[in-house]
């Protein structure tokens, strides 16, 4: 994805640029620290009149996080659900503090205890021929952040008639339990990764806040979310995912129409589709900033990334006293930018 960004940055040479991205996961730091992140930061930063937009994630519904604070010497339960009827593979991962150490024991839907997870190892599951049905990995100061991460990735439940005793069931609730060993903040942040075909999640009560994307955490994107344009009073899409980030910073920077949006269909010569999500939100923010760069090119005007989020901000439809974790500093507004644009040229 980078190289391809990359390729057009470097294709539009000294011209206008602005880049969409409609794609996302859930796992990762959400500290805008990953490679992936750092490398967007860096085109866009590279030169003026230039610009990537990012689909904010579809998961503010899903329970995909969960967040808490482990104390000194004591416990904190995580149940992670995976319904009966969820055959896929599912992946877990628990951020938390370089100056803090857990130990996470794993227990089964059955009650069985996996064993202890220290800080700095790793643990697997075989099956009866060797094959691996669980990977654990507690990996200590990540090197894009220095923070700690617990990675669980499970194979799929492995139902044999013939060999009963050997079966790998994942469906049930897992209990992650964390243990503080040595606790300056204790807060941990745990995200399940993105799963269209049998999405597992937290158990009740569900903490929906920094349900953001895994690469929507960038210092330099401009990240969208969505809200319904076709119904009354434009209410927020009810899978548009919320920020902040985790490291508090505000994502999305702005929303806009992502509900029962039409658009052309790949594949086909004229037809064309109507989906929601905020990848479809996140294109009507890529065409407002290629109004906005035409602009300003028209006027010999270059606009560094920091102008183009100002714009945004200050041309957005508020709807709330400053910035709201899911509609960003408001909806978009595409005639107020280029007015915001036209203030920034010469007096005559």
């Known amino acids: ?12 040479g ?13 796992g990762g730091a959400h500290d805008g620290k990953s490679l992936v992140e750092t490398g967007i930061d860096t085109i866009v930063h590279a030169k003026s009149n230039r610009a990537i937009v990012l689909a904010a994630s579809n998961s503010y519904a899903d329970g995909i ?8 010497g004591e ?8 319904e009966s009827h969820d055959f896929t593979f599912n992946e877990l991962e628990l951020w938390y503090d370089k100056k803090d150490e857990f130990s996470c024991e794993i227990i089964t839907p059955q009650g069985k205890s996996l064993g202890e997870l220290k800080l700095g190892t790793n643990h697997q599951i075989l099956g009866p021929h060797n094959e691996i049905l669980a990977f654990m990995a507690h990996r200590k100061n990540d090197p894009n952040n220095g923070d700690h991460v617990i990675n669980i990735f499970m194979e799929r439940s492995q139902m044999n008639s013939l060999d009963p005793e050997h079966n790998w069931v994942t469906v049930g609730k897992w209990m992650i339990r964390l243990k503080g060993l040595r606790i300056e903040s204790g807060k941990f942040h745990a995200w399940i990764e993105r799963d269209d075909a049998a999405q597992s999640h937290f158990d ?11 690469i929507s955490c960038g210092m330099k994107s401009v990240v969208v979310g969505s809200y319904d344009a076709k119904a009354p009073d434009t209410p927020l899409s009810f899978f548009s995912s919320s920020g902040p980030t985790r490291d508090g910073r505000q994502k999305p920077e702005i929303s806009a129409p992502g509900h029962r949006v039409s658009a052309a269909a790949s594949g086909t010569e004229t037809g064309h589709i109507q989906m929601s999500g905020t990848s479809m939100a996140a294109p009507a923010v890529t065409g407002v900033i290629a109004l906005m760069l035409a602009e300003a090119h028209a006027h010999g005007l270059k606009l560094s990334s920091d102008e ?5 901000r200050a ?4 709807m709330a006293n400053g910035w709201h974790d899911r509609y960003g ?5 595409a005639s107020e930018a280029i007015k915001k644009v036209e203030a920034l040229l010469p007096v005559r």
């Not at 996080?65 to 000194?72: L, M, N, Y």
């Open 1 to 12: 994805m980078l190289e391809a960004l990359q390729f057009i940055s470097q294709t539009a």
């Open 14 to 26: 000294d011209s206008p640029c602005v880049m969409n991205v409609s794609l996302g996961t859930n």
């Open 65 to 72: 996080h969960a967040s808490g604070t482990v104390k000194q």
């Open 75 to 82: 416990t904190f339960d995580l149940n992670w659900i995976v």
């Open 204 to 214: 009740a009560p569900l903490d929906n806040s920094h349900t953001i994307g895994s």
């Open 308 to 312: 183009i989020h100002e714009i945004l």
């Open 315 to 318: 041309s957005a439809r508020p």
């Open 329 to 333: 500093y408001g909806r978009i507004d």
